[in-house]
């Protein structure tokens, strides 16, 4: 389920021993900061993977920072100082994370700078609304969406579904158990469920890779078997049984049960014209 695809992400041609330095991942609204470091530290590890680019992690980074701030001790002045960190780097693409506990679940967001020229080449965002260990799954393709322009896809294997079951990827139908492999499926997180009429509904949410099949297991729960009064014989024999006790009643107070007319001496007429008008 993506949110944004970037507008002009990074060529995909990079030169040879391309640097990108990757940035701390800034963690928002209440997500656990322990997020953040695993996710720059996998981001960091999915990019150093990519062809023609070299990586300069965070720790790298963060030790050079404090390597120059031991030199500004001695007296280094500022702007030198910031300069010699720029050559230091030596990078050529800036790398930053975002991670944000929204309602539904995180939202996950990549972009990427030109550090020569100070200025934005892309920018990627999904959803994710698992569990939160499942957002180091989702970095892989969002680095690579990162990093080429041209529209990626992956497959989806569904099994274990009842025959007939409805196959939805983020409610649009996608194919009937056994469906095999359903491709062209686009690159990121979606949400996976399965429909059934003898079966609970089955939900889980998918991470889907660059021409890779996304293999899911599934175990569907039988749906309850309804309790006797929720049936409807039930209610139309209890209908009837409280129809036919209720004629009975009259017949029995208007003294027509065999016996002298009136023998009860209950005026069932006026008894009940008061009943319902409060004896006015």
């Given amino acids: 389920m993506t949110w944004a695809l970037c507008a002009a992400a990074i060529p995909a041609t990079a030169t040879a021993a391309q640097k990108i330095a990757v940035l701390e991942v800034t963690v928002e609204g209440g997500a656990d900061p322990v997020i953040g470091r695993q996710m720059t530290g996998r981001i960091a590890e999915v ?46 693409i800036l790398v930053k994370g975002r991670v944000a506990k929204i309602e539904e679940g ?120 309804s309790p006797f009064y929720a049936t409807w014989w039930f209610w139309t024999a209890a209908a009837v049984g409280v129809a036919g006790a209720a004629v009975g009643t009259a017949f029995l107070l208007s003294g027509d049960g065999g016996g002298t007319p009136g023998a009860t001496g209950v005026n069932v007429a006026v008894d009940a014209d008061a009943a319902f008008t409060g004896g006015r």
């Fill in 106 to 225: 995180f939202a996950l967001t990549l972009n990427s700078v030109d550090a020569r020229r100070a200025v934005p080449l892309g920018h990627v965002s999904d959803r994710w609304g698992g569990e939160s260990i499942g957002l180091l799954e989702l970095v892989d393709p969002l680095v690579d969406r990162l990093f080429t322009e041209a529209p990626l896809f992956g497959s989806v294997e569904v099994t274990g579904a009842e025959d007939g079951s409805r196959i939805f990827i983020d409610d649009e139908i996608r194919g009937t158990a056994p469906a095999g492999q359903m491709s062209k499926v686009p690159v990121g997180a979606h949400r996976l469920r399965i429909a059934s009429d003898d079966h609970l509904p089955f939900e889980r949410w998918i991470v889907v890779k660059t021409d890779k099949v996304t293999a899911v297991p599934v175990q569907l729960e039988d749906r309850p078997s």
């Fill in 47 to 92: 990019i150093a993977k990519r062809d023609g680019v070299s990586t300069i992690a965070p720790d790298d980074i963060r030790a050079l920072l404090e390597k120059e701030s031991e030199k500004q001790l001695l007296g280094c002045d500022d702007d030198s100082c910031l300069a010699e960190i720029g050559g230091m780097l030596g990078a050529d």
